[in-house]
């Protein structure tokens, strides 16, 4: 009696099931790196132990920092990140030491037009060069709209066709953004014309400025005329102490126009929540340890109230 063979998958087949494999292997991973926390805290629990209060590593603050650390425990992880990216005690301590410089932190709406704005200039930029090249080398762009219906069935019959297309245009997309980390890197390690900080033209144009700084302390807002309120509902402008409040540099500007470009990408559609941070900032700014104001020719030094 004559074996029956199986028949022979397809590519189709084999790609699914190894697409299958492979999530099964990642949904693995995320469950480990899950529970892996819970598996130090029942073998290991003398590293969650909190480290003694008068011990070097964490020295006892003074009377006067004495609100900035209540209600904080020693050797908890959530503070320490807390401490990454907002380290108030140590902020005022930079400007009680050195003073800083008044500026206005830019408003949201401000920054989202400047935003837009940017959007749409690149967006010039890209077809003037993609006809540029297009015209320079003669290329043939036509497309033929009475195969598009044969175009498509040949990437529903043949998935590596469609694989190729979409690694095409992964590589142009990835080259489009390190274009554009250079062209955001030029304008805003600089600022021009006897004004501090750099900006991209968007920015230019609503009067906003990208600062660096080691230290951001709110100043407590100011009484306003009645007239103001009714005119802003309410709302004050963000008045700030920095330290130093320089130019970015091409390094630090490099790392901003890189961290916004492809974290915030990659992170779509988490990347609105990288505004909830304090003062205005993203998360990119935290990062490159920057700041977006408005433009002050001549800002005042000067030292936070004691």
């Known amino acids: 009696m004559e074996e029956k063979k199986l028949p022979e998958k397809s590519e189709k087949e084999c790609y699914f099931e190894q697409l299958q494999k492979w999530v099964d292997m990642a949904n693995l991973s995320q469950k480990a790196a899950t529970n892996f926390p819970y598996f130090l805290l029942s073998n290991y629990p003398q590293l969650f132990q909190p480290s003694s209060p008068t011990s070097a590593r964490f020295p006892i603050p003074n009377v006067q920092n004495g609100a900035a650390f209540r209600g904080r425990v020693p050797g908890n992880n959530e503070n320490r990140m807390d401490d990454i990216f907002n380290n108030q005690a140590r ?3 930079i400007i009680a030491r050195n003073g800083g ?5 830019a408003p949201f709406w401000k920054r989202v037009l400047a935003e837009v704005i940017d959007v749409l200039i690149l967006m010039f930029l890209k077809l003037m060069v993609t006809f540029t090249i297009i015209d ?4 043939d762009l036509s497309i033929d709209f009475i195969n598009l219906d044969s175009l498509k069935k040949t990437f529903e019959d043949d998935y590596s066709e469609f694989l190729s297309f979409s690694s095409d245009l992964l590589i142009f997309e990835v080259i489009t953004k390190i274009a554009v980390c250079f062209y955001e890197t030029l304008w805003t390690m600089y600022g021009g014309n006897n004004t501090i900080g750099g900006a991209t033209p ?9 600062v660096h700084v080691d230290a951001v302390v709110i100043l407590p807002p100011q009484p306003q005329p009645q007239i103001y309120n009714l005119n802003n ?11 130093p409040a320089q130019n970015p540099g091409i390094r630090r500007a490099f790392i901003r126009a890189l961290a916004k470009n492809f974290v915030i990408t990659l992170m779509f559609p988490m990347c609105f929540f990288v505004l909830l941070f304090k003062n205005n900032r993203t998360a990119y700014d935290v990062l490159s340890k920057t700041v977006v104001v408005e433009e002050n020719h001549m800002p005042v030094l000067r030292r936070a109230a004691g």
């Open 101 to 105: 410089y008044e500026f206005v932190i």
């Open 136 to 139: 320079l080398f003669d290329l």
């Open 233 to 243: 509902n309410g709302r004050q402008p963000i008045r700030a102490l920095l330290y």
């Open 202 to 210: 968007g920015k230019i144009i609503m009067g906003l400025r990208i």
């Open 91 to 93: 902020m005022e301590s």
